[in-house]
């Protein structure tokens, strides 16, 4: 699995390396905080992001598809949100977060609006993360198990 942050700064990178043995399926992860990284880092096109913005699903679902590309991973992860206290609008208000999830055959994004402080937002977005990258890695060990593999 491989992850793509940019308001969560490594945080869902750091949770995963925290568990002894994550080398065995954690390949990396790219912290974007700018949209220059974005494009650079994980292939995000500027258009996508002039059109859309970096707080998008758009935005989200290429920033797991450019991780997944760029580590080569089953599965990847993407954070992408507003964490305040400053840079929100009504349109996209501060604890709004938008995260992608891609593996061979499919793309998701989900989109979550958190309160509280920036320090909360940032690990409401995280677990959020984990909680995507868990669900799926279960849905392809079960159907892995179901194939006989």
């Not at 992850?3 to 390949?27: D, M, N, P, R, W």
């Not at 905080?33 to 258009?47: H, P």
């Not at 970096?54 to 290429?62: L, M």
């Not at 890695?137 to 198990?145: D, Q, V």
Request: proline content about 1%; hydrophobic content about 50%; overall charge neutral.
């Amino acid at each position: 699995m491989a992850v793509a942050e940019s308001c969560t700064g490594g945080l869902v990178s750091a949770a995963i390396t925290e568990v002894a043995g994550s080398s065995g399926y954690f390949l990396g992860g790219v912290v974007s905080y700018s949209n220059e990284a974005k494009e650079a880092f994980l292939d995000v096109s500027d258009r996508l992001l002039a059109r859309h913005g970096a707080v998008s699903a758009e935005v989200a679902a290429a920033m797991a598809a450019g991780a997944r590309a760029r580590f080569g991973a089953d599965l990847a992860v993407s954070v992408t949100g507003i964490a305040g206290p400053d840079g929100g609008s009504l349109e996209k208000p501060v604890g709004l977060v938008y995260l992608g999830l891609t593996s061979a055959s499919d793309v998701t994004t989900v989109r979550e609006l958190f309160r509280g402080d920036r320090a909360s937002i940032r690990r409401a977005a995280a677990r959020r993360a984990l909680e995507l990258l868990q669900a799926a890695a279960t849905t392809i060990a079960a159907t892995a198990t179901r194939a006989g593999r």
